[in-house]
């Protein structure tokens, strides 16, 4: 089997062919899931400078969560100590070397402010012991109490597959409806009941998103006069 190509490299993340493979119709890859968080601090969070969320990548919950050094470790993790809120993709990986070795994703979203820690699992409680352990972790990391509240209204995906996208599809919404776009004078509900999860369009979508920014990258490189190797993918940076 020949190794994955290299498809595009969007500032700090690199997508390769098996990445796109797995968008397509596959639990998706902790790079996946990385580029989609890139771009939302990218395309989304610019619009709201007021705004101190975090999106962990995935590599860094895998080391929060596998870590046998917390102490020494934490050092590795952002600066929390003006951050409101905090999205963790949570892996039910037990291998602490590979964080693409897990089978299933859910999300946590963590508010600094009010000490209370959403988990929004797609597949019922199956990712409830990973979460609460990620919970804990945090907790010690921040230095303060958080309290675990489990989302039993969390859309329910139909497949074992759809796990990753459902958990882009409700950071979005989360990070957009519930938090960026917010009334302050009002009490905001994190639940999702009622919210409907179109995993397959939302595949669509984040490759939409991949082959635009491709082209683009294509085009620049295009127009360059130092182009790179044609063996590296199209670059936005």
């Known amino acids: 089997m020949s190794p994955p190509k290299p498809y595009l490299s969007y500032y700090d993340i690199r997508l390769d062919t098996e990445d796109i493979k797995a968008l397509k119709n596959d639990w998706l890859t902790d790079s996946a899931i990385a580029f989609w968080e890139e771009w939302l601090e990218r395309e989304i969070l610019p619009k709201y400078p007021q705004a101190r969320i975090v999106l962990l990548r995935p590599v860094v919950s895998h080391l929060l969560m596998q870590t046998t050094d917390l102490k020494n470790d934490a050092s590795a993790l952002p600066d929390f100590r003006k951050v409101t809120h905090i999205f963790l993709p ?28 959403f988990h929004y699992d797609s597949l019922g409680g199956s990712n409830f012991p990973a979460a609460r352990r990620g919970v804990e972790r945090l907790s010690w990391v921040l230095g303060v ?7 039993e209204d969390t859309p329910q995906q139909e497949n074992s597959k759809d796990c990753g996208v459902f958990v882009c599809i409700l950071m979005r919404h989360l990070l957009i409806k519930r938090l960026l776009n917010a009334n302050s004078n009002e009490k905001v509900s994190m639940s999702m009941a009622g919210k409907m999860v179109d995993s397959r369009g939302g595949r669509k979508e984040m490759l939409r998103i991949v ?6 990258g294509e ?19």
């Open 211 to 216: 082959e635009s920014l491709r082209k683009e």
């Open 90 to 117: 949570v892996s039910d990986s037990r291998d602490r070397w590979n964080a693409d070795s897990g089978s299933h994703w859910s999300l946590l979203l963590v508010s600094v402010i009010d000490r209370v820690a």
């Open 219 to 237: 085009r620049r490189r295009s127009a360059s006069p130092f182009a790179g190797s044609s063996n590296e993918p199209p670059r936005i940076d």
């Open 145 to 151: 109490p958080l309290k675990f509240h489990q989302l």
